[in-house]
């Protein structure tokens, strides 16, 4: 197979859309392909630690802000259509400039509608092609799947299998002749150590919610006689620890310190993030989840899970100490699954 220049661009809405790039990067460096990474905020950041030998390029593009209060979702996300539109026209306009400049020949963009090449296979990585139970109205729904529709292909980070991590999400009918499921995308390693914590918190998404969080789950965790340890997702520039008691608090983490930190750790407690999902999935870990209020699609997979009995999950405002008392063992958390429904296998990239 011809090496190809590759771009690949994920979003940065959280570090999920970053995290999941990885191993679908490491695979693509370990074929001898030659990786451009482009992104923006932290997930830029994240990538250029974990892939110091790559070259990056900087996009500048539109925040989603999640409320502390009751404001409505579906009215900020209107609001800001106009702003992402502008942002997609200018991802087209710096992703032309990239390939231009590097030469690409493959394109893979993680939820940037705007990064694809008319003259270059462009394809997307979502494991949400349907919006329709998002909404009640119709519009965001039709104007996302019309611009999934413009890539050459869809990569689903999901298995393979009949059971979808993803459920209705991941279910777009008329697109299955281009749709693909590549498996899980974790960057973590499933270890069998004995258990160093009882619970693990990782926190994860953007703020003012996940601050939010973490000042509730501090105040609580603080006072627990068992062991814990929290990673904040506060990706800054050195790594700080601290200790509240029986709590160790650490900033942020690379992906071998995560997947060490979850292994020894008995149950997790996290958002409702498909990313982290993935990650629980591929180290069959038990916990509870706490879905990020306002974000529908994390209502929904926690929602859908609880229904399976894999997962608990609570209401952030309604987040009591007692929650943590003892797990309910009802919810069996993830079992090991098929590995060959599950690997990472991607579709042929040749350029035929």
């Not at 690949?8 to 191993?23: E, K, Q, S, Y």
């Not at 509608?113 to 008319?118: A, P, Q, Y």
């Not at 996302?144 to 298995?159: E, H």
């Not at 650490?250 to 498909?274: K, V």
Request: contains cysteine.
């Amino acid at each position: 197979m011809r090496k190809l220049n590759i771009l690949v661009a994920p979003l940065h809405w959280g570090l999920g859309h970053a995290t999941r790039c990885i191993p679908i990067i490491r695979k693509l460096i370990s074929e001898g392909h030659h990786i451009v990474i482009a992104s923006d905020g932290k997930a830029l950041d994240l990538l250029n630690k974990e892939f110091t030998e790559l070259k990056s390029y900087r996009f500048q593009s539109s925040e989603i802000i999640y409320g502390a209060g009751k404001t409505n979702m579906k009215f900020r996300l209107f609001k800001a259509s106009f702003k992402m539109l502008l942002g997609i026209k200018r991802e087209k306009r710096i992703t032309n400039e990239i390939c231009d400049a590097e030469k690409i020949d493959f394109i893979i963009s993680d939820n940037r509608l705007g990064v694809r090449n008319k003259t270059i296979k462009s394809v997307i990585i979502s494991h949400q092609l349907n919006l329709k139970h998002h909404f009640s109205a119709w519009l965001p729904h039709v104007v996302y799947r019309s611009f999934l529709n413009k890539f050459d292909q869809i990569w689903v980070p999901d298995q393979r299998g009949g059971n979808k991590l993803s459920g209705r999400l991941s279910q777009w009918k008329k697109a299955e002749h281009k749709t693909y499921y590549i498996g899980l995308c974790s960057a973590l390693e499933k270890k069998e150590t004995p258990s160093t914590y009882e619970f693990c918190i990782l926190l994860s998404g953007p703020e003012p919610q996940r601050g939010l969080l973490e000042e509730k789950l501090i105040a609580i965790f603080k006072s627990k006689k068992e062991k814990s340890i929290m990673i904040g997702g506060r990706f800054e520039n050195e790594q700080k620890t601290y200790k509240y008691h029986q709590l160790t608090y650490i900033n942020y983490m690379t992906s071998q310190e995560l997947s060490n930190a979850l292994n020894a750790s008995s149950y997790i407690i996290c958002r409702s993030g498909y990313s982290s999902l993935m990650d629980l999935t591929h180290l069959h870990k038990k916990g509870i989840l706490i879905p990020t209020p306002e974000q529908p699609e994390q209502i929904y997979l926690a929602k859908y899970l609880k229904k399976k009995g894999i997962f608990d999950y609570k209401n952030q405002k309604d987040i009591e100490a007692t929650d943590f008392m003892s797990m309910d063992q009802k919810y069996t958390g993830f079992q090991k699954l098929n590995s060959e429904d599950t690997k990472l296998i991607l579709p042929d990239i040749s350029l035929k």
